[in-house]
Structures are given as C-alpha cells and as structure tokens.
C-alpha cells in the first residue's frame, strides 16, 4: 500500500495503471511521467525503489495539479458562479440538475433535498 499526492495505490497493479487513481492524471499524464523518469511500463507499484517514490512525487506535485488543489480549484469555480447568480450557479446552491436533465420524473436525488 503507497500513498502519492492523496491517492491510495496497491501494489500489485502496474505504475501506469495505478498512477490514473490519482485525481488530475489521467492515462496519457500517466504514461508521460513514466517515461520521463525511465520508469518500465510493466514494473508493479511494489517493485518500485524509494527514490524512483520520491521521483514520482516531486514531478506530479511540479508539473500537475492534482487531488487537494484541483478540488479547491473546483470549488472556487463553483462559487464564483454562486456569486454571479447566473444559471448555473443558482442550479448549483438549489441542488438541481445543471445541463438540462429533466427533473420531472428523474433527477430523485436532487429533488429529494429540495423538497424539505
């Protein structure tokens, strides 16, 4: 069990799979840093040295935004539309669906916690 930038990576699964686990990487982000450090593609998570750990770390935490900062960053897009008071933003503070779902028969979970 490893722990990079948040996200928790078993062992058994090769680096370039186990590094989508984290948010803000996806496959190609993944396969780009393996092949920056020189990293095989089919070494597994629990074969890999504490350097090449520490290696893996500082590029994403350099080169990518991931998991804390991403969701902040979420966050604060979200709240500046709440400020605007534009469409979105006012579907976002009542909990509706934001694309035009239809929220007639569907969207039960979103009305649920309107109606109370």
């Given amino acids: 069990m490893l722990y990079i930038s948040g996200a928790r990576l078993v062992g058994d699964e090769q680096v370039r799979i186990a590094s989508t686990k984290m948010d803000g990487i996806g ?25 090449q750990i520490d290696q893996i770390e500082q590029m994403i935490g350099q080169d990518h935004v991931v998991h804390w900062e991403l969701k902040r ?11 605007i008071s534009c469409y979105r933003g006012i579907r976002h503070q009542d909990g509706s669906p934001l694309r035009g779902q239809r929220t007639h028969t569907n969207a039960r979970t979103c009305r649920k916690l309107i109606r109370k």
């Fill in 27 to 51: 496959p190609k982000k993944a396969i780009q840093v393996r092949y920056r450090l020189g990293i095989s593609g089919n070494i597994k998570i629990k074969e890999l040295t504490k350097y």
């Fill in 73 to 83: 960053g979420e966050r604060a897009d979200i709240e500046r539309l709440i400020s």
